[in-house]
């Protein structure tokens, strides 16, 4: 295995302290949270506590300021333990990001030392009943009205929907002007007209809440616009790479938790008189998913050091994504098998993980979206979407 150089001493002291809190806070009552379709509101707090939350926003707004490092740190472990229900990544690392980015003062200042502590928890609304990775489909509209926006419409599958206090939404301001009349509005809960609808049941990630959101005449003040007017798409477009590269992140953690899952089993189950592992048939299959997920983990982190250096582009974000979440459902589907008809049982962890892996091919944009923009940067076709 080729060593990482990726992190330094103090990046490592904070991977065993992430590694504690979801061994001890989480892991014991993930079960639990999976059968009532939601993490409890107390597990924010503590993560809160110890600083896990929104890490790399500014100390003035209650982060710690540091380098997104410890960002990667915190998404690896846990997708090593599979804690899918844990909103963490949307909100300290998209939602909390925009609001940093195209914020004002006094909204940085109101939402993000809450959302670091884990008082307030973020959301982002984009996907419609009838737009998924077309951003320029949405139909919730924003009508100006002096000093205030009445916004109407719908939106489905928002990670973190339920439980959100602040939801930025993707809205239409200027329907007649395409990708150019779309806004972001911050839209709180408790606000007149919005109101949430049923936590949507998945064939995975179960314990992570994802709701619907409905808009019906919410007049949202003219203080809560994000950014500027008519500049929606283009903040969504700037945000895109970090975005997918995270994806990436925790679909090689992934896949590489369940080859170690996989190694324990078939070295304790027999058959035919000898472990499982002895078998050719497993020790190649082993041996060719961990060579792939070696050369995604050596990608993944030079997209990360391209991204520290603000260098990552949408195109290599992309390949990244679609590459890595391809190969977690390809690793976890032979790591299933090689458990036989433990593989297909609940209580391992490898089920879990199988299932809950294959929505990483259709979020942040569908794998065939991905393969859309990399032929574009190559110069192929001039209406691909991004």
Known sequence: MIARELFGEDHELYRQTTRRFLEQEVA??????????????????????????????????????????????????????NATGLGFGLHSEIVAPYLLHYGTEAQKQHYLPA????????????????????????RTTASDEGDHFVVNGSKTFITNGWHAD???????????AGAKGTSLLLIDRGMDGFEKGRRLKKVGMKAQDTAELFFDQVKVPKSQLLGHLNQGFVYLMEELPWERLQIAISAVSSAQAAIDWTI???????????????????????????TEVQVAQVFVDRCTSLLLEKKLDTATASMAKYWCSDLQCKVLDACVQLHGGYGYMWEYPVARAWADARVQRIYGGTNEIMKEVIARSMGLGAKAQA
């Open 28 to 81: 014991p009552h993930h079960d639990q949270w999976e059968e009532q379709g939601y993490v409890d509101r107390a597990v924010w707090l503590k993560a809160g506590e110890l600083g896990l939350l929104c890490p790399t926003m500014p100390e003035a707004y209650g982060g710690a300021g540091v380098d997104r490092r410890y960002s990667v740190i915190l998404m690896e472990e846990i997708a090593r333990v």
């Open 115 to 138: 959302m670091a502590r884990g008082e307030m928890i973020g959301a982002i609304a984009m996907t419609e009943p009838a737009a998924g990775s077309d951003l320029q489909g949405i």
């Open 166 to 176: 602040v939801v930025i939404t993707v809205v239409k301001t200027n329907p007649a």
């Open 264 to 290: 324990d089993y078939t070295s304790q189950r027999k058959a035919f008189g000898q472990a499982v592992s002895q078998f050719q048939n497993t020790r190649f299959t082993l041996a060719e998913l961990q």
